[in-house]
């Protein structure tokens, strides 16, 4: 059995990648051992924030969170008709909320750096920011209105995803666990011994790439979990959603659903593959997420989580070929959701002429080789 391209990797990016390489006329399989749920892609809130999430020294990552910003609304509607399923326009627009004096100068020295930066910003005083979003708790002292960044349902987004891999003529299989990958013949092995070849191997594992048997040895230490508890909130009927557009605080972020569902995330932890919710981790989102919210208190809690994104050492992804015939596309580690546009054009361009974009080759992966 033989395939133009194999992907190791049900989630997001693996999708995504499959779903281009099928329009670029690859012949298609996508190997995860799970069932979409236990992803992280499953897990995200979505956000699609690179100017909220834009930090002090990562110059280079914030272009590509841009450009792939850039390239959703077109992913999206193209998706929508391949799958057939309508992914929902989000209202546009994330807030960043102060709620005390040191978190306001905090925001501040933020906000002269993303202007310093050329991006789009606009400063909310506190009342701004309450009559934007009158249930925010009175303390709120300002805010960036990042007008431009957004959300979407990832979990949307994968079924969709698999539905335009499979319409395109690509092939998905669960349970099917990569035992060994093998270069520069590409080959992977799967639990059962069967053999499958293939033109080129991505490892597209999420926080598992650098475990798949047959990786080189410095992907286990570029790539590791970061435990992520995240919640999801129903207002009963009788209630309104207390919230309308995505708000964060240094803590927190608050993500409304067109369905009325809220995404209360996320805890950012160092436990391994470790993916137990703890009463410490829902505590404290639900602090944070009253005071930024008091209404949160009247809504259902309807789903604990906890996901595990693959992190880097330079928070950035690993995007390129590792070994003759292996192909690296995994560590988006908080921003695998807002990468799947940009990371599945380029790769699905290296699989099928052997170049990548000149906007990926600052992700080699090869830099942690050293
Ligand atoms: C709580 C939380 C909130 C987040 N919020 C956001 C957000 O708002 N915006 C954003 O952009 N990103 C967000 N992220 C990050 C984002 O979810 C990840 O970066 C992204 O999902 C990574 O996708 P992936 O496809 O690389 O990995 P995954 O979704 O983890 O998929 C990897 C897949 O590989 C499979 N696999 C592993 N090993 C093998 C093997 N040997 N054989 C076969 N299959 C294998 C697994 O079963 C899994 O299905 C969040 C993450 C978490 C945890």
């Known amino acids: 059995m033989s395939y133009d391209s194999v992907i190791v990797g049900g989630g997001i990016i693996g999708l995504s990648i499959g779903w281009r390489a099928c329009q670029l006329g690859l012949s298609v399989l996508v190997l995860d051992r799970s069932n979409p749920p236990n992803a992280a892609s499953a897990v995200a809130a979505g956000m699609l924030a690179p100017v909220t999430e834009a930090t002090f020294g990562e110059e280079g990552l914030l272009r590509l969170n841009l450009e792939s910003a850039r390239r959703w609304p077109a992913f999206a509607e193209e998706l929508s008709f391949s799958s057939g399923m309508h992914l929902a326009d989000h209202e546009r627009g994330i807030v960043h909320i102060a709620l005390d004096r ?10 002269d750096h993303q202007l310093s930066l050329g991006l789009e910003v606009e400063w909310l005083s506190s009342i701004a920011c309450r009559r934007l979003e009158p249930g925010l708790h009175p303390s709120t002292r300002a805010g960036i209105l990042a007008r431009n960044d957004a959300a979407v349902d990832p979990r949307r987004v994968v079924e969709a995803l698999q539905s335009a891999v ?5 092939e998905i299989r669960h349970g099917a666990e ?3 990958v093998e270069g520069p013949e590409p080959r992977v092995r799967l639990a059962g011994e069967r053999v499958i070849s293939a033109g080129s191997v991505v490892i597209a594992a999420g926080p598992w790439s650098g475990r798949v ?9 570029a790539i590791r979990p970061v435990k992520g508890q995240i919640l999801r909130l129903r207002s009963p009927a009788s209630l309104p959603v207390p919230v309308s557009r995505v708000l964060r605080t240094e803590e927190i972020y608050l993500v409304p659903r067109p369905d009325g569902e809220v995404v209360l995330g996320a805890t950012v932890e160092e436990k391994g593959f470790d993916t137990a919710p703890t ?7 639900l602090r944070a997420g009253d005071e930024l919210l008091p209404g949160i208190r009247e809504m259902e809690l309807v789903e604990v989580r906890a996901g595990l994104r693959p992190g880097t050492p330079d928070n950035a992804p690993l995007l390129g070929p590792i070994a003759p015939g292996l192909i690296a596309a995994t560590g988006h580690y908080r921003n695998g959701v807002l990468l799947a546009p940009v990371t599945a054009d380029g790769i699905a361009e290296l699989l099928a002429k052997g170049e990548l974009p000149p906007e990926l080759t600052g992700f080699d992966p090869q830099r942690f080789a050293r």
């Not at 040191?102 to 933020?110: M, P, V």
């Not at 048997?213 to 230490?221: E, L």
């Not at 009463?279 to 989102?285: D, H, I, Q, R, S």
């Open 166 to 170: 499979r319409s395109g003529g690509g």
């Open 279 to 285: 009463a410490g981790g829902v505590f404290e989102l």
């Open 213 to 221: 048997p047959g990786v080189p040895a410095y992907m286990s230490k």
């Open 102 to 111: 040191d978190q306001a100068e905090a925001l501040r020295r933020l906000y």
């Open 178 to 180: 990569v035992t060994e």
